[in-house]
C-alpha cells in the first residue's frame, strides 16, 4: 500500500513564496505525479504535472510562477511555489498515478494573505 504525505503548507503573504514536499512510502512503479488544489466553493483543478522522465505540464494559472520537480530515488515530488496571490489560498494535493493505481495525499493548506 502506497502512501502519500504533504508538507510544506501554511500562511504566507502575497508576493512571497513556499515549497511543498510529497513523499511516497511503499514500492512504487514507474508513474506520473501531481499537484491538484481545490478553493473553498470551488471544484478541485490540475495544478501541475511531472512524469517519471520529468516531462512538466502547467495550468495557465500557474505558468511562470510554480515549478514542480522530482527525486524519483526518494519517491518524493516538490511544488515551488512564487509569487503567491490571493487566489491561490487553497489545499493542495499530491497525487500519483501509475497504470493500474492512482493515489492521493490527505492535502495541505495554503493560505495567501493580501
Known amino acids: 500500500q502506497v502512501q502519500l504525505v504533504e508538507s510544506g503548507g501554511g500562511l504566507v503573504q502575497a508576493g512571497g513564496s513556499l515549497r511543498l514536499s510529497c513523499a511516497a512510502s511503499?514500492?512504487?512503479?514507474?508513474?506520473?505525479m501531481a499537484w491538484y488544489r481545490q478553493a473553498p466553493g470551488k471544484q478541485r483543478e490540475l495544478v501541475t504535472t511531472i512524469t517519471w522522465d520529468g516531462i512538466t505540464n502547467y495550468a495557465d494559472s500557474v505558468k511562470g510562477r510554480f515549478t514542480i520537480s522530482r527525486d524519483n530515488a526518494k519517491n518524493t515530488v516538490y511544488l515551488q511555489m512564487n509569487s503567491l496571490k490571493s487566489e491561490d489560498t487553497a489545499v493542495y494535493y499530491c497525487n500519483l498515478r501509475g497504470t493500474y493505481y492512482e493515489y492521493w495525499g490527505p492535502g495541505t493548506q495554503v493560505t495567501v494573505s493580501s
Open positions: 511503499g514500492s512504487v512503479g514507474i508513474n506520473t
